[in-house]
């Protein structure tokens, strides 16, 4: 079955998405996650491949949490960057953020690494590739999605509103350039890998968050899971 991408889209992302996405592009990239799909065990399942869109609305996002590509075990991916299914194990990533959210704010770590509760709230949990093969980190890189994940960030920063940017890791941080808005807050530091979680630990990003949007007069981020 053929992937029309946009199809698949929340209808306000894919009023923001479109316009800045060039068609021939888009029809590759579609073809391709099409076949993927079809041809080998793909992660995420494809009725969760624009979860984070579905959770969290252009009209409603003030913070970006931006992965790099999807986890490739299996039950692991569903849509929305760091975050696993409850009843999962929590990758070393996604443990190493609980434990800054812990030293941060004080916040008990949570059983489960379901980030379902942020993206309600307005946090877009979004990775630059937003597929990827089982056992295959990387696979899915360079085929089209960095210039689809680029257009929401670009949307992002055509709000009027603020926007708080979290970019974690010299991937990430790249994509610093997109973000033109002056009143908008871009807060950069390493990953939460166990290979640079030592510099990542201290950086203090949920408070820093919380304080960025209070200053411009938003909600502040619940940040509290589930015990």
Request: hydrophobic share 45%.
């Amino acid at each position: 079955m053929s992937l029309d991408l946009l199809e698949l889209l929340p209808d306000d992302w894919r009023a923001q998405l479109e316009p800045r996405l060039d068609p021939l592009t888009l029809a590759a990239l579609s073809a391709y996650v099409s076949d993927e799909y079809e041809r080998h065990t793909v992660y995420p399942p494809r009725e969760d491949l624009f979860s984070a869109f579905r959770h969290c609305s252009y009209e409603d996002a003030r913070v970006l949490i931006l992965g790099q590509d999807p986890y490739h075990g299996p039950g692991q991916a569903h849509g929305l960057s760091f975050s696993v299914r409850a009843g999962v194990r929590k990758p070393p990533s996604l443990r190493n953020i609980f434990k800054e959210l812990s030293a941060d704010l004080d916040v008990p770590a949570s059983a489960e690494g379901e980030l379902i509760p942020w993206a309600d709230q307005g946090v877009l949990l979004l990775n630059a590739v937003l597929t990827v093969r089982q056992g295959a980190a990387g696979s899915h890189a360079g085929k089209g999605w960095e210039e689809f994940t680029d257009a929401a960030i670009q949307a992002l920063d055509a709000k009027e509103g603020r926007v708080v940017f979290l970019l974690w890791g010299a991937y990430a941080r790249k994509k610093a350039r997109l973000v033109t808005g002056r009143h908008h807050v871009v807060l950069e530091s390493a990953h939460p890998s166990p290979l640079s979680a030592k510099k990542f630990f201290g950086t203090r990003p949920f408070s820093s968050v919380n304080k960025a949007l209070a200053d411009a007069g938003l909600a502040e981020i619940d940040w509290a899971l589930p015990a």
